[in-house]
């Protein structure tokens, strides 16, 4: 593909005492780095100034929107900027940034698949979270009528940018947690392909969450509910789901 022309997306909160080390990982690929800062507070957002040289910009964003809100403006800005593909990483340094290569590889054979992180997790994986992604690849089931989503909450992806900002221009995505999930299944829908790569995560014992457990499990629920009475609806309009 004579114009394939990945970046690398960071969403960042707070996460300055780890994203120093992610961004050393991902530049050693020769790739461009794009991170939006979701409206940290100024301690983080001065480290985070410090980074931002060579190939590595920062767009900051004036108050916290949420995860999802921070990936979309990166999508839309990226795209912007005349790239084709986009590298969804998180700020944390959970991924295993080695499985860009992989990721990178199978892009290049198929230029308008989705890559998806197909998470392995270790013995240090809250059980909360492991309960509440076997919930939500139930319900994406159910949403898509089929098995073809193997997680729906890994934000280590790989996107072609025209047609998933395409899709979030014309559609309902959310704007936290419920970004990922959302997002993965509009694009089913869409018929776009999407290749699995099985890939390790790692949560460190005192590393920094953002999940707020009421208030984004009950978004999730909205998330899961929106998306179901949308799936009936495509059904009786003939549209594919």
């Not at 959970?94 to 270790?122: M, W």
């Not at 089913?188 to 290749?195: F, S, V």
């Not at 509910?225 to 009786?236: D, G, I, N, P, T």
Request: glycine share 8%; with cysteine.
């Amino acid at each position: 593909m004579n114009n394939y022309n990945p970046i690398v997306i960071i969403p960042h909160y707070n996460h300055s005492a780890t994203i120093g080390k992610v961004i050393e990982q991902v530049i050693t690929f020769e790739l461009p780095v794009l991170v939006v800062d979701d409206g940290s507070s100024e301690e983080h957002k001065q480290r985070l100034a410090k980074l931002e040289k060579g190939n590595v910009s920062v767009v900051y964003c004036s108050q916290n929107g949420g995860k999802g809100a921070a990936v979309k403006i990166g999508l839309q800005e990226a795209f912007q900027r005349g790239f084709s593909h986009a590298i969804q990483v998180d700020a944390d340094g959970q991924h295993q940034l080695s499985d860009v290569v992989v990721f990178l590889a199978k892009s290049r054979e198929n230029p308008t698949a989705l890559i998806c992180g197909n998470p392995i997790y270790g013995d240090n994986a809250p059980k909360a979270r492991l309960y509440g992604r076997k919930i939500t690849t139930f319900w994406i089931a159910i949403n898509t009528l089929s098995l073809d989503i193997k997680d729906g909450m890994c934000g280590f992806r790989l996107y072609p940018l025209a047609e998933t900002v395409n899709i979030i221009g014309q559609e309902h995505i959310g704007d936290r947690m419920d970004f990922d999930t959302e997002i993965l299944v509009h694009c089913h829908w869409r018929k776009m392909p999407m290749i699995w790569v099985d890939t390790p995560v790692e949560y460190e014992v005192d590393g920094i969450s953002h999940f707020q457990g009421w208030r984004d499990n009950w978004m999730i629920s909205k998330m899961h509910a929106r998306l179901f009475f949308r799936m009936l609806w495509r059904l009786l309009s003939g549209k594919s789901v």
